[in-house]
């Protein structure tokens, strides 16, 4: 495997764009080699930073995709659990501010990204076995907001904030595949477990410091879900 990075500089700002790439074999214990634990993935990510007089921007895209992931059991030469395909992509995005009215340090954060992943549990066959596949496909998309600033109250310093995290359209398809004794595919059995479902959390927080002696400060906060 391998990781190549390449950037740019200008003058209020730069360009990153990394890619990479790794391939892994069955790991090795003391006991022998670790059957079915081999996996590889690709990768590639872009930012960009670009600074003003009022602060910075930052934006970024970044996708993972991994292939034939092993998951390792204690029964694996009877069944293997692997993920064919683990793929995610996500674009982010920042903004930086030294201050703004009575506030300082203000930082605003948003997170947009879409996931896809396949599990299958492969029952091996044996002489008077068939070979049976029990497969979950699993999609969703994501979205993350956060905001956060300081201020100063006399001789304290409140920090406060707040945050929405939020999954749609997650959706689950659970499969059956059985074979017959000489490997051939027999029937395929689909069923869609969750059709689009979501879930937001929205979350407020604040927590404030104060000097109580020359090398001493009190800390105390308060975080509210909904």
Known sequence: GGDVEVSRGYGAGGVLVAVRARDYDDYDAPVGVVINSAWRDRGIRVRWDHSTNEGRWSIGWQSDFGRSLGRPRSDSDAIRTTSPHEDSTRVTASYDRRSLGAFRNLR???VVGV????????????ATRARAVERADLESRDLQLRITGERAV??????????MQGRYGLHALDTTLTYDLSGALTSETATVSIDSAHRVDVGTFAEVSTPVAPRLRLSGGVRVNV
């Open 108 to 110: 605003f954060d948003a």
């Open 154 to 163: 006399g001789a304290a310093r409140l920090h406060v904030g707040a945050e």
């Open 115 to 126: 996931a896809r992943q396949r599990t299958d549990q492969d029952r091996l066959p044996t």
